[in-house]
């Protein structure tokens, strides 16, 4: 069984005689006990796609499944097996994490026992430590919060999980953290769909990366495999303008942006290296990567 499967789903608005087309026949699988990104600029249709597969928004047409189940005819089944995670969320701000994901599960229909055992659990593999779980929640860190939101769903036993953008918001160590907790979901057997705007989020957690771009899927598979398969496989990024830069740019095999800086990709390492070089004699400040996801995401939606 899969985790979740879409067919051909679109997803229309119409304000006024306007007509938005946010989804535009997207057809994809989703393997169960896999961590799925979804990838793609603002506005690109990834809230979208989640929310419908989350039972929160209807397809204007197609089919979606999740866990085998319709998403539209069987929401109620869908929604007992899922937990989700939007960007804006935040737990209760007075009860302390404990009484938060305590609350929560009772709410849900666990017997008290049951979910006092369940929360303490999920605090617990949450790395959260126990002088936390009795504090006011306003008083936690913004690392914190996200992992009191996702012992929550962790309490919940969800086989599917949906989290929209988990590590906005947090410095650099704190987000590591939190990718070290969502790795554990998957060692337990749950299934994870995310989007993220962090590209080294995506390639690190990632099993596949779907890029969707103006409502429709332009890429899907491993995150190496979509890097590797990219024509240009090295950048000379310029961080200043420079003489005689607007005429190497010509000898590119693709350029981005339009200001410092600029990036310039290259099929060939050597290529890069010349080119570098002839920057290093003309005062440029530049530096030369391999490239990477983000790469593969500028470069399939430009132009």
């Known amino acids: 069984m899969l985790a979740a499967e879409t067919v051909d789903l679109w997803k229309i608005y119409s304000r006024g005689a306007k007509r938005i087309e946010a989804l535009k026949g ?5 393997s169960k006990n896999t961590i799925t990104s979804l990838l793609g600029r603002n506005g690109a249709g990834k809230t979208t796609f989640i929310r419908i597969l989350g039972t929160q928004l209807l397809p204007t047409k197609g089919e979606a499944y999740v866990l085998g189940y319709d998403v539209v005819r069987e ?3 869908v929604r007992e097996r899922i937990a989700v995670l939007p960007q804006e969320a935040q ?3 007075f009860p302390s994490p404990l009484e938060y994901v305590k609350y929560v599960l009772v709410m849900r229909g666990m017997p008290l026992s049951d979910a006092e055992k369940q929360s303490k659990s999920a605090l617990e593999e949450m790395g959260i430590p126990r002088k936390y779980w009795n504090r006011s929640v306003w ?3 913004g690392g ?4 009191v939101l996702l012992a929550l769903l962790f309490a919940m036993n969800a086989e599917l999980v949906f989290l929209d953008e988990p590590s906005i918001g947090l410095d650099p160590i704190a987000r590591r953290s939190l990718w070290n907790k969502i790795l554990s979901f998957r060692k337990r ?3 994870i769909i995310l989007t993220t705007h962090y590209m080294e989020e995506a390639y690190i957690l990632s099993d596949y990366v779907i890029v969707i771009h103006e409502g429709k899927v332009i890429g899907y598979d491993t995150p190496r495999n979509l890097v590797e398969n990219l024509p240009v496989k090295y950048k000379v990024i310029v961080l200043n303008d420079c003489a005689e830069l607007s005429k190497l740019k010509l000898d590119a095999d693709f350029t981005v942006g339009s200001s410092p800086p600029y990036t310039l990709y290259y099929k060939q390492i050597e290529n890069a290296l010349e080119i570098s070089r002839s920057l290093n004699v003309k005062d440029c400040n530049i530096k030369i990567e391999p490239v990477n996801l983000e790469d593969y ?3 399939k939606t430009s132009g």
């Open 26 to 30: 997207v057809s994809v699988k989703i």
């Open 75 to 77: 929401a109620g089944l």
């Open 91 to 93: 737990p209760l701000m």
């Open 139 to 141: 008083s936690l860190s």
């Open 144 to 147: 914190y919060r996200r992992r």
């Open 189 to 191: 057997g749950i299934t």
């Open 297 to 299: 995401l500028i470069i």
